[in-house]
């Protein structure tokens, strides 16, 4: 049983599209990260959320702890946003990955 | 980017070899992670350290140790590697204040 799941696994947007990447997991936690994976291989962290809402940019990134659920948003999508986006758990001193969304946006 | 460093950033070996992975990092924070990227598997930690001498084992540590003599350097070690083995090895450090995760390059390691 994963204890974080994504969804989509795979998903193609035109450039300008508004993106929605979900999470949901099923355990407790304190703070709830997202990060990007570029094609060259790269991880970069986007965000560490405990409650609400942040934004940077054009993303942005919700949490709900009563529903174990968070979504990434990307507006005004481009193609340099062509990435797999990672959904990690903090767990005491360590994070659960989920298994990532893997976005691509067409010109 | 933290100043993380990883060595090799790509090894071919063989089976049964012995195979080091160094993890330097030039910001003396205190937390070091191993993790291994494979294909439909998320991120996986294989091990971690939270100081200096201080180490755990993450959810897929078997055939692999881990040492830390000083703050900057996490060294990964496969004792004999197998093909199993052959994967992206990434080191990340995690920034106290923010909680944040920096990660290294990766390391692609091939086990003929």
């Known amino acids: 049983k994963n204890e974080v799941e994504q969804s989509p696994q795979n998903l193609t947007a035109q450039e300008g599209e508004f993106i929605t990447i979900n999470c949901s997991y099923s355990?407790?936690?304190?703070?709830l990260h997202w990060l990007q994976q570029h094609p060259g291989g790269g991880i970069v962290s986007l965000f560490m959320l405990s409650s609400g809402k942040k934004k940077h940019g054009r993303l942005i990134a919700t949490i709900n702890i009563q529903e174990k659920h968070s979504s990434l948003h990307i507006t005004a999508s481009h193609p340099r946003d062509s990435a797999v986006y990672i959904c990690a758990l903090r767990d005491t001193d360590k994070l659960i990955f989920g298994t990532g969304t893997r976005l691509q946006v067409f010109p | 980017d933290a100043g993380i460093t990883q060595s090799p950033r790509h090894k071919v070996t063989e089976t049964g070899t012995p195979v080091t992975l160094r993890c330097h990092q030039t910001e003396n924070h205190r937390y070091m992670y191993w993790y291994r990227q494979d294909p439909g598997h998320g991120l996986r930690l294989i091990h971690y350290?939270?100081?200096?001498?201080?180490?755990d084992k993450g959810e897929v540590s078997d055939g692999y140790s881990v040492s830390r003599s000083k703050t900057e350097d996490f060294l990964l070690t496969l004792e004999s590697a197998t093909s199993s083995q052959t994967s992206v090895y990434f080191c990340a450090i995690r920034e106290d204040v923010l909680d944040t995760q920096y990660f290294g390059p990766g390391t692609r390691l091939t086990v003929l």
């Open positions: 355990v407790g936690i304190s703070a």
């Open positions: 350290s939270y100081g200096v001498k201080d180490t």
